[in-house]
């Protein structure tokens, strides 16, 4: 019987996660353009090698608690609040209150984003792999994105 890699319990049902984590070798910064005033754009480009494929399992009650659970409701509830606060703020002209709208809104997306099964197997990923180097994780789909610009 499989284990789960973010409860820790063996679980007959669920998912395997396919991961796959890259070494960066290196990073060209191509020349800086003017966009807008007092703004300016660069293209990076950045070469991966050394790939390595992690699986993980993946159990549904963890995916139907923290993905659907959490997760969306989280997303509700702060837009809500982000909302409602700025709705308060430009019709009573409370200038902290558009401040606390947006921490609040970006204190959620942090929230959200750091509780997601995919990100807490991306961080189990960089940790399993074990090197001092810089690590980039790849979800499948992102995987192969990249193999097709190749």
Do not use: N
Not at 19 to 40: C, F, H, N, P, W
């Amino acid at each position: 019987m499989p284990r789960c890699q973010v409860c820790g319990k063996d679980k007959p049902d669920g998912e395997e996660k396919k991961l796959y984590s890259a070494r960066i070798l290196k990073e060209e910064r191509g020349q800086d353009r003017m966009v807008a005033v007092g703004r300016t754009e660069a293209d990076v480009t950045t070469t991966y090698g050394e790939f390595v494929e992690h699986r993980y399992f993946l159990c549904v009650d963890c995916h139907t608690l923290w993905d659907k659970a959490v997760m969306w409701p989280g997303i509700g509830l702060a837009l809500i609040a982000t909302v409602a606060l700025l709705v308060i703020s430009v019709r009573q002209h409370i200038d902290w209150m558009f401040a606390l709208a947006l921490f609040v809104l970006a204190g959620g997306i942090v929230i959200v984003v750091q509780l997601s099964t995919d990100e807490r197997l991306k961080r189990r990923a960089k940790r399993d792999r074990g090197s001092d180097d810089p690590v980039k994780v790849f979800s499948a789909a992102e995987y192969r994105a990249l193999l097709e610009k190749q």
